[in-house]
T-cell receptor, first 112, second 114 residues
Framework: SQQGEEDPQALSIQEGENATMNCSYK?????LQWYRQNSGRGLVHLILIRSNEREKHSGRLRVTLDTSKKSSSLLITASRAADTASYFC????????????FGAGTRLFVKA | EPEVTQTPSHQVTQMGQEVILRCVPISNHLYFYWYRQILGQKVEFLVS????????KSEIFDDQFSVERPDGSNFTLKIRSTKLEDSAMYFC????????????FGEGSRLTVL
């Protein structure tokens, strides 16, 4: 399986702190994506990083990718209570996008 | 306007009954996916669909499942004879391009099998 696996499974922090979530995967990839899911809702795409990129920023989000270690991290800076959600990494199988596989997710709880 | 709309939002059915879940994407998406999420668990890939045929499917997507896009707009997932373990949220997702394209998810259809 080339699923991404996140850690930690759950993370509880205070508002204003940074949250870091990690993802590992098993096979070579073209890109890695991060998604967010509010409880009971559909997933929302946050950011995509290509295999030839090492770091990418979008607002308070910072994603890194280490293809040698087959791992990625998502950093949310200055967290807010509204960031409370589950975060998933996703990778495409070698079929080129026809099979995007999600990891188990990290549940983030930000306390106000 | 959302990229994709799913109906029904919630369906309760008896074990053994057939269920059809529907997904209506806006017109410029080419790639279609169904995912399943059992409560509190991971998002599991079921099937992808492109150019009116299945591109990839997982081991979950057995003979009880089928997909079609009969009229060029609605994309449906049919479960022929539901089992208790089919109870889950089913998400439709769409994509404009492979490789670098993000997936747009619907809000899901919650299926409860009694």
């Amino acid at each position: 399986s080339q699923q991404g696996e996140e850690d930690p499974q759950a993370l509880s922090i205070q508002e204003g702190e940074n949250a870091t979530m990690n993802c590992s995967y098993k096979t070579s990839i073209n890109n890695l994506q991060w998604y967010r899911q509010n409880s009971g809702r559909g997933l929302v795409h946050l950011i995509l990083i290509r295999s030839n990129e090492r770091e990418k920023h979008s607002g308070r989000l910072r994603v890194t990718l280490d293809t040698s270690k087959k791992s990625s991290s998502l950093l949310i800076t200055a967290s807010r209570a509204a960031d409370t959600a589950s975060y998933f990494c996703a990778t495409d199988a070698n079929t080129g996008g026809f099979k995007t596989i999600f990891g188990a997710g990290t549940r983030l709880f930000v306390k106000a | 306007e959302p990229e994709v709309t799913q109906t029904p939002s919630h369906q309760v059915t008896q074990m053994g009954q057939e269920v059809i879940l529907r997904c209506v994407p806006i017109s410029n998406h080419l790639y279609f996916y169904w995912y399943r999420q059992i409560l509190g668990q991971k998002v599991e890939f079921l099937v992808s669909f492109y150019n009116n045929e299945i591109s990839e499917k997982s081991e979950i997507f057995d003979d009880q499942f089928s997909v079609e896009r009969p009229d060029g707009s609605n994309f449906t997932l049919k479960i022929r004879s539901t089992k208790l373990e089919d109870s889950a949220m089913y998400f439709c997702a769409v994509r404009r391009a492979l490789g670098t394209g993000e997936l747009f998810f619907g809000e899901g259809s919650r299926l409860t099998v009694l």
